[in-house]
């Protein structure tokens, strides 16, 4: 869960670097921070975040308050989400309750609390599945178990951690556009799931101890995707 992509909007930036850096002692790497309405939108358009830490309140620089910006997010977007905000009145518990969120700290806020609101959010994201037919039958396969894919004409081979590679008939950027949060493009006949990155160079990407190339097309965007990948 540590390579999960959070966002926090918090209009008061001291607010928000201060859970930024909570959420980076406790382990989670890639924590991005908003200060409004529009930022968060912007953020959301390049990245694909698991968890959002939204303030209610965000100011008078946000056209929008923290409730009415997720009910937007989630016309658009799948994502857990925690409020994190001073305003505990009925009204605001109520209208917050219509968004069934995975939590709800009240400042001031200690950082245990953060903590435990966060595990339990992400602990709650369903596992994704790749649904394939294979002699009849319909199977799934975690694609937390996939480290990467390679086409060959119209099919794609998924590698996959203590299992034979799977054949399917299927683009990559059909398979890409069906679990976009986890798989970057290397090369015009590869995807690589970000949580198997082991390392790179200029023309290589080591995924789950293997090496594949770099393709100097994607270079650029995978730079981008894995500044905040811890690499082990």
């Known amino acids: 869960m540590k390579q999960k992509k959070i966002l926090i909007v918090e209009d008061e930036l001291i607010i928000a670097e201060n859970l930024r850096f909570i959420l980076n002692e406790y382990g989670y790497k890639f924590v991005d921070v908003a200060i409004d309405d529009i930022e968060a939108q912007q953020l959301f358009k390049k990245i694909h975040y698991d968890l959002v830490l939204m303030d209610v309140n965000l100011g008078e620089n946000s ?16 994502f857990v989400f925690i409020y994190v905000t001073a ?6 518990l109520e209208k917050a309750k219509n968004t069934n969120p995975s939590g709800y700290v009240v400042k001031p806020f200690v950082n245990n609390a953060i903590y435990a609101n966060v ?15 294979y002699k009849g039958m ?21 590698s996959i951690v203590d299992q034979d590679k ?35 160079t200029s023309q290589i ?21 894995i500044k905040k990948l811890s690499f082990s």
Not at 63 to 78: F, M, P, R, V
Not at 139 to 155: D, F, L, M, R
Request: glycine share 4%.
């Open 205 to 225: 990407v080591k995924v789950n101890s293997v090496q594949l190339p770099l393709g100097r097309a994607y270079k650029k965007v995978f730079l981008e995707e």
């Open 87 to 92: 305003n505990a009145d009925k009204n605001t």
């Open 138 to 158: 319909q199977q799934q396969v975690p694609i937390s178990k996939i480290t990467h894919a390679t086409s060959e004409g119209a099919y794609i081979y998924l």
């Open 63 to 78: 056209a929008l308050d923290g409730i009415d910006l997720i009910k937007l997010l989630q016309t658009k977007y799948s």
């Open 119 to 133: 595990e339990m959010a992400l602990f709650s994201i369903k596992e994704a599945f790749f649904l394939h037919v």
């Open 166 to 200: 799977l054949l399917v008939r299927k683009s990559l950027i059909e398979f890409k556009e069906l679990h976009p949060n986890f798989f970057i493009r290397i090369h015009n006949s590869i995807l690589v799931n970000r949580n198997y990155i082991n390392g790179h």
